[in-house]
Nanobody, 126 residues
Framework: QVQLVESGGGSVQAGGSLTLSCAGSGYPLSNKCMGWFRQAPGKEREGVARIYTATGSTYAADAVKGRFNISQDAAEDTVYLQMNSLKPEDTAMYYC???????????????????WGQGTQVTVSS
């Protein structure tokens, strides 16, 4: 059975850093599009970043570009989201998700991803 488990969330002051992890089980990491998403209270879920595990190709949304970095550890079947220079507006529940095969070019679209984790909360205080 496919399972994704996020960890690493927490509370941090503005300007701080956090690293989220997404550990998978029940499937191999190879040839998957892995994405990170977030949802703030009262807002729609939005794509943050994604990585195509077969090539390491990445994409980050404009709101986080230059601050967040997505990476993978194939040996551990784990995908990471390194978040730097955090802002209060980054406060949200963060989810990882995957789809089989390559990523859609130039975006990270919620509806492209059928498999989701339960989420980890990130709170950034000013």
């Amino acid at each position: 059975q496919v399972q994704l488990v996020e960890s690493g969330g927490g509370s941090v002051q503005a300007g701080g850093s956090l690293t989220l992890s997404c550990a998978g089980s029940g499937y191999p990491l190879s040839n998957k599009c892995m994405g990170w998403f977030r949802q703030a209270p009262g807002k729609e879920r939005e794509g943050v970043a994604r990585i195509y595990t077969a090539t390491g190709s990445t994409y980050a949304a404009d709101a986080v570009k230059g601050r967040f970095n997505i990476s993978q550890d194939a040996a551990e079947d784990t995908v990471y989201l390194q978040m730097n220079s955090l802002k209060p507006e980054d406060t949200a529940m963060y989810y990882c998700a995957f789809r089989l095969g390559a990523c859609r070019a130039g975006t990270v679209f919620v509806r492209d991803f059928p498999h989701w984790g339960q989420g980890t909360q990130v709170t950034v205080s000013s």
